[in-house]
């Protein structure tokens, strides 16, 4: 028999089936059908039964089922039903075991709530969620008014919420990701079209190939470059178009980003991008004036380049950022990802002396290997390395 949990790893996993084999519209008819109009009847009865009463009644029943760690709050004067959730615990199931088989397993929420409830007359007034366990949520009687509750017990005021990225929802609606980079609420679509414009691409790691003369040789209108690369200017001295933050990240790493990244005008300003892998502690951007990174997991995982393995090794940074490149599309120049084998017996471009290959913590070379050919074999000839020596 499943604990009240258990389910949610087979739902991550059956949520990236679908989309991978039906496609997008088919996971959302999923939530709205399987879901919403199926096994949580009991809220449509509820709704029906005593309006947000009833469904308050019926969620914090839940609440307590599922060991919820969220407060709900109801003003029928105000006509609206808060839910503040503090950890939630279908989210946290999977990040305390590692997973992550689905490219937004929290959009499954408003994906089977939204269409439940509008068809009893309520409405999501507004949602936002970090994809990290915090989320809240408004609900109105539609075609009265309402009026937001300001809380004490409000997420937003607490410190995790800083954490992750936000997906937000305004009447039943979900928003645009990064209004700066593009309109789409789609993650996916903010990366392509952050990059639209690039006839290639050049992703630079951190290797000693990466100040050869062959990447020299490279065009530099579109660059990729690893925090480090952006903070030192060493790899790359110019402006990039996006930057890969390392995972896990450090506090001097992340002030170095932010000290370049706050000095330069906006319009020449790289798209931050991190991983956000569950196995990660989460991190605060916003203690050094950044803004959320744009996850890139979701394009990856959508466009076959990526396959989590729980408590397995990672790809390295490098690697990641060819992924992501080659995900996009484009032709896509590759120089710095040496595997700690460069001739140089060197580990890294800034490096002076020949180091120890010591693999860094997550990763493996079988790792970054596998994902190598992969990449390799789904750009064929728009992935180029530097020629052998």
Not at 228 to 251: Q, W
Not at 364 to 373: F, Q, T
Request: glycine share 8%; net charge negative.
């Amino acid at each position: 028999m499943l604990g009240c949990q258990d389910f949610c790893g087979y739902y991550d996993w059956t949520f990236d089936h679908v989309r991978r084999t039906f496609g997008q519209d088919a996971v959302h008819e999923l939530w709205a059908q399987a879901i919403g109009g199926e096994s949580q009847r009991h809220y449509v009865e509820a709704g029906h039964r005593a309006g947000l009463r009833g469904l308050y009644e019926a969620w914090t029943a839940t609440g307590e089922d599922e060991k919820c760690d969220w407060t709900f709050t109801l003003d029928e004067q105000k006509n609206v039903l808060r839910w503040d959730m503090r950890q939630c615990p279908s989210k946290g199931f999977l990040l305390q075991n590692d997973l992550n088989q689905d490219e937004d397993y929290c959009d499954h929420c408003m994906g089977w709530e939204g269409p439940m409830l509008q068809s009893i007359g309520i409405e999501i007034a507004g949602h936002e969620h970090n994809h990290s366990g915090q989320c809240w949520g408004e609900l109105r009687i539609m075609d009265k008014p309402y009026e937001s509750l300001d809380l004490p017990v409000d997420i937003r005021k607490d410190p995790r919420w800083q954490n992750g990225y936000l997906d937000r929802f305004a009447n039943h609606v979900k928003l645009p990701l990064l209004e700066t980079a593009s309109r789409s609420a789609d993650v996916c679509d903010v990366l392509r079209d952050w990059f639209t414009d690039a006839d290639q691409l050049l992703v630079l790691g951190r290797g000693p190939s990466a100040i050869e003369k062959w990447a020299g040789s490279q065009p530099h209108e579109r660059v990729i470059v690893t925090a480090p690369t952006y903070s030192a200017r060493d790899v790359f001295k110019g402006e990039p178009t996006a930057v890969l933050i390392s995972s896990p990240p450090d506090d001097p790493l992340v002030a170095g980003v932010a000290s370049r990244f706050n000095q330069t005008p906006p319009e020449l300003r790289p798209l931050l991008m991190y991983a956000y892998l569950p196995s990660i502690p989460p991190f605060d951007f916003s203690r050094f004036d950044l803004p959320r990174p744009v996850p890139i997991l979701p394009l990856l995982i959508r466009r076959g380049l990526y396959r989590h393995e729980p408590n397995g090794p990672f790809p390295t940074t490098g690697v990641f950022s060819l992924l992501l490149a080659v995900a996009l599309g484009k032709p896509v120049a590759v120089a710095g990802i040496d595997l700690y084998r460069h001739s140089s017996g060197r580990t890294y471009a800034d490096g002076s002396e020949p180091a120890s290959a010591d693999w860094p913590p997550y990763h493996s070379l079988e790792c970054d290997l596998r994902y190598l050919r992969l990449a390799s074999q789904m750009a064929g000839i728009n992935l180029r390395f530097p020629p052998q020596e």
